[in-house]
């Protein structure tokens, strides 16, 4: 069973920054499509970033545009969530995800993917 495992989550400032990572552990997942969705406590599950295996062709949620950047790392298998300027609002337990299946474009939806973290905190004050 492969688990993902996210961190770089924490607490900062508004306007500040923070790094997330995520990799799997149990074993190497190959040719995976990536996606790092976030929740705020009481709201529901939304996209925030994605990028795919061929051509590392990456999309974003319109709150994040420019803000945010993810990326990858084939050799160490890890995704990465770059996130600057941040705002209370993107106060969230942010998840990472990963898909097998060989796409063309970034997957926007959560039930594209098979393999999910627990989640990270991020908090920013204001």
């Known amino acids: 069973q492969v688990q993902l495992l996210e961190s770089g989550g924490g607490l900062v400032q508004a306007g500040g920054s923070l790094r997330l990572s995520c990799a799997p552990s149990?074993?190497?997942?190959?040719?995976?499509?990536w996606g790092w969705f976030r929740q705020a406590s009481g709201k529901e599950r939304e996209f925030v970033a994605a990028i795919t295996w061929i051509g590392s062709k990456t999309d974003y949620a319109d709150s994040v545009k420019g803000r945010f950047t993810i990326s990858r790392d084939n050799a160490k298998n890890t995704v990465y969530l770059e996130m600057t300027s941040l705002k209370a609002e993107d106060t969230a337990v942010y998840y990472c995800?990963?898909?097998?299946?060989?796409?063309?474009?970034?997957?926007?939806?959560?039930?594209?993917?098979?393999?999910w973290g627990q989640g990270t905190q991020v908090t920013v004050s204001s």
């Open positions: 149990g074993r190497t997942l190959s040719r995976v499509s």
């Open positions: 995800a990963a898909e097998g299946q060989i796409t063309l474009v970034p997957m926007r939806t959560a039930r594209e993917y098979e393999y």
